[in-house]
Each structure stands twice: as C-alpha cells, then as structure tokens.
C-alpha cells in the first residue's frame, strides 16, 4: 500500500467536496450545556433549568427545522446522535433516516466521556450506542465522532473492536487518512473547523462569511478542496442560524462543480485509492 499520492480531482472532475454533518445531542437527566447565549454564570452547584430546557430545543424542534433546510436544499447529511437523543427522540430518528440521511453514533450523552473510562469499558460503551442506534434507526452505524473530543489513546483500538470504519475526530488534518491500532485500521475524517456554535454570542451572519470565505479559497487555489460544515440542532437549528445555514448551502449549490457525498461515500472514495495518506507535502506542491 502507498503511504502516499499526488493529488487527484473529486470524482466526475469535481473541484471541491462538502460534507454535510449535523448534531443531535442530550445531556443527562439534570445535567445541561457549559455554555449557552447566558453571559451571568449561576452559583456553583445550582440546578442550571434554563440550560437544561436550552439544550432540549433540538431534539424538540432544531432537529425538524433542519431536516426542512436540507430538504429545500435537496442535500444530504449525516446526523451525528447521542444514543441518549435517540432513545429521547425516536420520532425525529425516523425523519432523518426517511429523509435519505445517514445516522452517525456520536457517544451516549454529551456528559458521558470516553476518556474516563478504560479500554474495556470504552469498547462496551461503544457497542450500547451503536445498538440504541441501530434499534431506532434500522441500521448499524459505522461512522462515529466523540462527544466534546473526549478520546484518548484507546479509542481508535475500541471503535475498530467495535465494527466502526470511519471516525471525525481529526483534528490534525483536512483530508481523510487511515489511523492503525493493534485490531485494524480505520478511515480518520477531519472535523469542522467553525461549528454553530463558534458564533454563540456574536452574529450569524459570521458563520455565512466564514463559510463562503473558505469555500472560495479552497475552489480557487486546492485541486481538491475539503469543507466539513456541521451545525447543532439546538442551536443551529434556531430560525436566527438555520438562516445562515440555508445561505451557505444556497452559495455552495450555485456552483456545479461541487461534491455533496455523505461521510460514507467520502470513506468509500478514500479507499478505492488504496492509499494511506495524501501527505500535504505532495498536496500543496503540484
């Protein structure tokens, strides 16, 4: 296997690909977010209510608002859910997947850290969400991302024990690589650079600028440009972000030589290539 290659088009000549990724999260039974559009913080110890019914607002109604803001865009996605969201939201599990979406696991709850946990109870931890997952939604998933990045040197060995393919917790590349472990190998997607929540208190209006911005560079100067733009549903699914949203997917359809592939598909694609790596070495040298 070469370790790595030259930089080829997208598939069909295309000159840029987007992935679509959305995220369904919960927080346990009394627990809530550590940040929010509250600039006051509580005392320490205090039931946090208001955040509590914040952090609900996606699975209740963000999650719905988006599945339309795809559907207008005629777009897919891949829905990263906290196993805790499916079993709290079955209803809204069922929309993403009759809307042609794939469901990725994305940890039990976003309290709930891998990390914490040693090899063995990861792997088990694992294993319960895929099964919760694949109960509600029909379908094993074979995509994973960490809740809050809280991975560690045992993770990728525990998703690969667990049937995983693919992950997108990269934080050290923009294009897809395979990571090795003692029990196999996986395919490492990077991460969005610029979620939602990233303009929490300033103006959505950024998160469109940004996004343009990045999108114009790489389809200009890159012969084979990578975006991840992803968005919570509990906050990206408010009207406020989910217009800045539906903007930046309008830019990235006005243009006919852009990829939509689904995380999955971009897996499939890196491994027909039968390569490792594209180094940035011989990316950004041609």
């Not at 560079?217 to 699914?237: K, N, T, W, Y």
Request: aromatic share 12%.
């Amino acid at each position: 296997m070469t370790m790595a290659a030259s930089m080829p088009l997208w598939p069909n000549g295309k000159r840029i690909a987007v992935l679509v990724g959305v995220l369904l999260e919960s927080w346990s039974d009394g627990k809530s977010p550590t940040y929010f559009t509250r600039t006051t913080p509580l005392k320490p110890g205090t039931i946090d209510r208001a955040g509590i019914q914040w952090s609900e607002f996606g699975g209740r109604e963000g999650i719905w608002r988006l599945l339309q803001v795809l559907r207008a865009a005629r777009l897919p996605a891949t829905v990263f859910c906290n196993a805790l969201s499916a079993e709290r939201y079955p209803d809204a599990v069922k929309a993403i997947v009759a809307g042609g979406h794939d469901i990725a696991a994305h940890g039990y709850s976003q309290d709930h850290y891998l990390l914490d946990q040693p090899p063995e109870q990861q792997l088990a931890t694992v294993r319960k969400c895929l099964d919760i997952l694949e109960r509600q939604s029909g379908r094993r998933p074979d995509g994973w991302v960490s809740s809050v990045y809280s991975w560690n040197e045992h993770t990728v060995d525990a998703l690969i024990q667990a049937g995983i393919r693919w992950h997108a917790d990269a934080l050290d590349t923009t294009f897809p690589r395979r990571d090795k472990a003692a029990s196999g190998t996986i395919v490492a997607l990077p991460w969005c650079d610029f979620v939602d929540n990233r303009v929490l208190r300033a103006s959505p209006d950024d998160f469109y600028g940004v996004y343009k911005g990045m999108f114009d560079f790489q389809r200009e100067h890159e012969p084979a440009g990578l975006i991840h733009i992803a968005v919570h549903s509990h906050f990206g699914g408010r009207p406020l972000m989910s217009a800045a949203f539906q903007r930046v997917l309008d830019y990235f359809r006005d243009h006919p030589d852009v990829w939509f592939p689904r995380h999955r598909e971009l897996v499939r694609w890196f491994l027909d290539q039968g390569i490792d790596e594209f180094s940035a070495q011989r990316r950004f040298s041609n």
